[in-house]
C-alpha cells in the first residue's frame, strides 16, 4: 500500500492550503484514513480523521471550524482542506490509513494506523 501526499508549502497567517494523499488501493478497502501533524518537537497528533465507506468525519477540537476532511472515491484520494491558518499549525502532515475498523477511541492514535505517506510541509508564517 503506498500513500502520497502532496500539497503542502509556505503560507501567511489566515492562507489556505488543501492536503491530497493519493492512496494505491482503492479507497474503499481502507476502513478508516486520517491526517496527522507533527509539529517540531512535539509528537505525531491527529487533526482529522474518518470511516471511508460512510465519510463520517471527525475533526480535532484545535482545528474545528477551519480544518475538513473529505475523499475522492473516483480518484482514491484523501483530502485535508485548511482555511485560516495560524502558526501553530506548521509541521509535516502525514495520511495513514488501516484496513480494519477503528472505534472512536482509537481513530486519532496514531499506533493504530499501519500504513503512512511520507509526509508534506506546512509552514504558517505570522
Known amino acids: 500500500v503506498q500513500l502520497v501526499e502532496s500539497g503542502g508549502g509556505s503560507v501567511q497567517t489566515g492562507g489556505s492550503l488543501r492536503l491530497s494523499c493519493e492512496i494505491s488501493?482503492?479507497?474503499?478497502?481502507?476502513?478508516?484514513m486520517g491526517w496527522f501533524r507533527e509539529a517540531p518537537g512535539k509528537e505525531r497528533a491527529a487533526v482529522a480523521a474518518?470511516?471511508?465507506?460512510?465519510?463520517?468525519?471527525y475533526v480535532a477540537d484545535s482545528v474545528k471550524g477551519r480544518f475538513d476532511i473529505s475523499q475522492d472515491n473516483a480518484k482514491n484520494i484523501l483530502y485535508l482542506e485548511m482555511n485560516n491558518l495560524r502558526p501553530e499549525d506548521t509541521g509535516m502532515y502525514y495520511c495513514?490509513?488501516?484496513?480494519?475498523?477503528?472505534?472512536?477511541?482509537?481513530?486519532?492514535?496514531?499506533?493504530?494506523?499501519?500504513?503512512w505517506g511520507q509526509g508534506t510541509q506546512v509552514t504558517v508564517s505570522s
Open positions: 495513514a490509513a488501516v484496513f480494519k475498523f477503528l472505534t472512536r477511541s482509537t481513530l486519532f492514535e496514531a499506533s493504530a494506523y499501519p500504513y
Open positions: 488501493l482503492y479507497i474503499y478497502s481502507s476502513y478508516c
Open positions: 474518518h470511516y471511508t465507506g460512510t465519510a463520517t468525519k
